[in-house]
Each structure stands twice: as structure tokens, then as C-alpha cells.
């Protein structure tokens, strides 16, 4: 590289900048439609109270009060994050006499729920 050439370089940048390499391979094409679903379920997931409820519920299928009783949050607070879940095909409710029993859909919610948690707690 010549002296003037170096002097005009930017600091960090890659002196085989104007190489070229060829691009990955793009992934497949979604539909649209599939990537907002997609960003709707991530969303649910998203509060602390929802994850700490999917955790819950990796254990077994548990009712209002028992979810009440392992996070120390207000009964109407996780109601509210029950609602969202459900509406977001997360959990599922199933009637026992006077009590619904929530449960997980199904295990995929969850392994993303794990994983990020697993992510986070490397990192610390």
C-alpha cells in the first residue's frame, strides 16, 4: 500500500475491502404473512412474566393460583399474561371443576423460552 493510500485509510477497515467475495447463498423466501405470525408469537414471549409462565408450565399443566404462588405476582397480572398467551396459541386452558388448568401448546414455544434464557445466564 502506498503512503498516501495509507494515510487515507480509515481506521478498522479491511485493506481487502475492495476484494470480492461472493455472497452466502440467500435462505429461503417466507411468506410474508408467516414472518408477521411469526413476529406476533415472538412478541408474546416477550415480557418477563410470560417467559417466567412458559417455564412454569414446562413442568406441568398448573392452574391460576399455582402460578400466583411460584412467581409472587397478582392474580390479575397473570391472568392479563394468560390471555396472551392463549390468544397467542402459547398455552391452553382445560377446565377442572372450578379451576382452568393451563398447559404449553406444544414444546417448540418453550425451547425458544430456554434457549434464550440459556443464552443470558452464559453471558452472566
Known amino acids: 500500500m502506498s503512503a498516501a493510500a495509507e494515510t487515507t485509510r480509515t481506521p478498522g477497515t479491511d485493506e481487502h475491502a475492495g476484494e470480492h467475495h461472493p455472497a452466502p447463498a440467500p435462505g429461503p423466501l417466507r411468506d410474508p404473512r408467516t414472518l408477521a405470525a411469526a413476529g406476533d408469537l415472538l412478541r ?9 409462565i412458559v417455564l412454569q408450565l414446562l413442568e406441568h399443566a398448573r392452574c391460576v393460583h399455582d402460578l400466583v404462588d411460584a412467581l409472587g405476582v397478582t392474580q390479575p397480572l397473570i391472568s392479563q399474561h394468560l390471555r396472551v398467551l392463549k390468544s397467542a396459541g402459547v398455552v391452553e386452558g382445560e377446565r377442572k371443576g372450578r379451576e382452568v388448568l393451563y398447559s404449553l ?5 418453550a425451547h425458544i423460552v430456554v434457549d ?5 445466564e452464559e453471558d452472566s
Open 105 to 109: 401448546v406444544d414444546d417448540h414455544l
Open 44 to 52: 408474546a414471549l416477550a415480557a418477563p412474566v410470560r417467559i417466567a
Open 116 to 120: 434464550a434464557v440459556a443464552h443470558v
